[in-house]
């Protein structure tokens, strides 16, 4: 019997972030391995033209859920979905649904967050730092709460080489910027930023630093844990193999390299491609609650959900990887013949974006345009280009994540628990899991035929010429 299966059965569960990437699968796999919990509580916002019931049905009628469907016929009725945004005061909750909220909750998820790195300072501190607070304020009223899983990233401490499972000062007190939000302006908030900043990349990595520190100061007498998984990808084996619903990291860049839009960069070939799958990132915060709640650790434990320290790869192996799975399958209606070159010198990156990023596009636009159709491809390159510009400062690097905390867990678990709830990395086959990626991309994401490939090899041959150009 698998212990953490059982502890879930008869919990109430209350998931942020429910909606979004994480939150899916950490649904799916609770639902799956635990179908007599009591109830999970979503925190959804309402969104245009869509009630919750209709986003809880989009959600529980995809793919994903076809296993758990058969597992849980009730899944309708244990999933219960609240009106709540949190960016609003009290989240703008009912005062019925908080009071159900606070009188019956036993574990909280927190997954929600902003995630875009180009966020307005205002807005990602507002989401990853002040509603983390009020969820934090929200807990401390909950009498039957057990454990508090809050989920940042590896990334909040980027400015760092070595990490550790700790959490590192920001230079301004969170509860200080907070405060400031206030009554700065936009102006002023914009001519801060940087400043504030300092060596963080990006408006995300420093709110999410900023949002550990919350959490460290506002814990009380919670049981508190926070997760910090690296670059999140597609599924690796639960409940099946590939699957993935969005462009964020990684998956972007596939879906460009693969339609022939994107094939060069700037990247580190021998940088640490510290990837790791969704379904491994669940399965160890749902070990993480189980832990938190029943062990009731004297501080705050923090894991890394990395892949670097333990199975490396390389951006170099994984590029390759992707291109020759491009081989097999390739993706539909491409652009131009896939092909990739990583490089890190500033130069050849400009010379390859001119010659062969910007001139292609600006070429088929004219073509476009000669044929009475409206020109789209500079704007999609540009702002492909755009993206690619944000993610370089994670390709040109590597970082070291130690891992005791989640090695140690690993060790409490039984034999049937690290098999249910396995989150270890070493056992991942890189080149298997990467074309399973591709796949992935192109099925769940792209939505594209499998019984089409014979027609995209046959596009991908049309437009062979085109291969020697650069
Ligand atoms: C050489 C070839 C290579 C070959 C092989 C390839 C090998 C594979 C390896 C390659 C290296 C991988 C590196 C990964 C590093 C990840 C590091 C993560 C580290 C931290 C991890 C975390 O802890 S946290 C999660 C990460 N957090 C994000 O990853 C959000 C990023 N993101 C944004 O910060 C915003 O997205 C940003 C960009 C501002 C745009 O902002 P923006 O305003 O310009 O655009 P929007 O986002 O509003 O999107 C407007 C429309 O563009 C569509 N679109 C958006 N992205 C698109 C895209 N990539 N490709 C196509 N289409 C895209 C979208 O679907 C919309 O479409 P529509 O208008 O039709 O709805
Ligand atoms: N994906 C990754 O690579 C990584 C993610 N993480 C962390 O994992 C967590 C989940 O990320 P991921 O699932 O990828 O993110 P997504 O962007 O896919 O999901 C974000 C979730 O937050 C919700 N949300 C955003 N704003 C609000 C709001 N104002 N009120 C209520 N809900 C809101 C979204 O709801 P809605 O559907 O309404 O937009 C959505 O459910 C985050 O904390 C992130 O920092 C950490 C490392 C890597």
Redesign the pocket.
């Known amino acids: 019997m698998s212990m953490i299966a059982a502890f879930y059965g008869g919990k109430s569960i209350l998931i942020t972030g429910a909606t979004g990437f994480l939150g899916k699968v950490l649904i799916e796999k609770l639902c799956r391995t635990s179908p007599d919990l009591k109830v999970i509580y979503i925190l959804v916002r309402p969104k245009a033209g869509h009630t919750l019931q209709q986003r809880v049905s989009q959600i529980i009628n995809t793919k994903l859920f076809e296993k758990v469907r058969e597992v849980c016929p009730n899944l309708h009725e244990k999933i219960r979905a609240i009106s709540a945004d949190l960016n609003q005061n009290d989240f703008a909750i009912s005062k019925e649904d908080m009071q159900e909220l606070l009188s019956c909750t036993n574990i909280i998820f927190h997954c929600a ?1 902003t ?5 307005h300072l205002r807005h990602a501190v507002q989401l990853n730092v002040t509603a983390t607070q009020q969820l934090l304020f929200m807990a401390s009223q909950m009498p039957k709460l057990e454990a508090f899983i809050h989920i940042s ?3 909040s401490n ?1 400015n760092l080489k070595h990490i550790d499972e700790v959490i590192y000062p920001c230079s301004v007190e969170p509860k200080k910027i907070i405060d400031s939000m206030e009554w700065w302006d936009d102006a002023i908030v914009d001519e801060i930023a940087p400043k504030l900043m300092g060596d963080w990349p ?1 408006t ?2 420093y709110t ?1 630093a900023l949002g550990e520190m919350v959490v460290q100061q506002e814990s009380g007498n919670l049981n508190i844990a926070i997760i910090r ?4 990808g597609a599924t690796w084996q639960e409940p099946f193999p590939g699957w993935v619903d ?12 693969g339609r022939g839009f ?4 700037r ?1 580190s070939p021998l940088a640490v ?1 510290d990837l790791i799958p969704v379904d491994t990132v669940i399965n160890l915060t749902l070990a993480v609650g189980w832990y938190t709640a029943v062990h009731r650790p004297k501080s705050t434990l923090i894991y890394h959900c990395t892949s670097g320290n333990l199975n490396p790869c390389n ?1 170099g192996k ?2 390759c990887q ?2 020759s799975t491009f081989e097999k399958i390739p993706f539909e209606k491409a652009f131009r013949r ?5 490089t890190a010198n500033t130069i050849t990156v400009h010379y390859w974006n001119a010659v062969s990023h910007r001139a292609p596009a600006m070429i088929y636009d004219i073509y476009l345009w000669l044929t009475g159709r409206k020109p789209r491809m500079t704007k ?1 390159m540009n ?2 280009l ?2 690619i510009s ?2 370089e ?3 040109n690097r590597s970082w070291e994540w130690s891992t005791y905390n989640t090695e140690m867990l690993m060790s409490e678990l039984s034999p049937e628990d690290q098999r249910i709830f396995n989150f270890d990395v070493r056992q991942l086959n890189w080149l298997e899991y990467i074309e399973n990626y591709v796949l992935g991309v192109k099925k769940y994401l792209l939505k594209e035929d499998m019984a089409g490939i014979p027609e995209a090899k046959q596009h991908l041959r049309r437009s062979f010429p085109v291969y020697y150009a650069p």
């Open positions: 967050a995630v875009r790195f180009d966020d990233t590896a990334f980027c990006n995300y990595t999410k998984p690296s670059i999140v969005n462009l964020n990291g990684p998956n972007g860049m596939i879906v460009a390299a994107l094939r060069a960069i990247a491609a951006w994984m590029g992707v291109l896939p092909h990739a070159d990583f999609l702002r492909l755009r993206t944000m993610l400062y994670f390709i």
